[in-house]
């Protein structure tokens, strides 16, 4: 990976998914602007903030897809990212940082 570039694997929520409710919900049903989960899985060398294996907060719509080795994985710049969901924080810290 160069510059400030992530790749990052989905966390796959491309079916249907239920309500709070419990309301099923199609996976062709089109929602307003919907952020997504994914997982580090390189980094490049001039990013700061993630490592390997913290799940990201990304906005889909500002994504591109890369296959490599038949999986398929999105290629993102470190300032496209929302939010880190970390577990290496220590005693006190939510585990969210936006």
């Known amino acids: 990976m ?3 570039r ?11 998914r ?5 309301i099923l919900i199609p996976a062709t049903v089109q929602m307003g602007r919907r952020l997504a989960w994914a997982r580090v899985v390189a980094t490049g060398a001039n990013v700061r903030v993630l490592k390997v294996n ?4 990304y906005d889909p719509a ?3 897809e890369v296959e490599v080795q038949n999986e398929v994985y999105i290629l993102l ?9 970390a ?12």
């Open 6 to 16: 992530i790749l990052v694997t989905s966390e796959g929520e491309g079916g249907e």
């Open 54 to 57: 913290d799940r990201v907060l």
């Open 87 to 98: 577990e290496r924080l220590s005693d006190g810290a939510t585990g969210l940082y936006l």
């Open 77 to 85: 710049r470190e300032r496209d990212v929302h939010a880190v969901a």
């Open 62 to 64: 500002e994504r591109a």
């Open 18 to 22: 239920r309500s709070g409710g419990g």
């Open 2 to 4: 160069l510059h400030d």
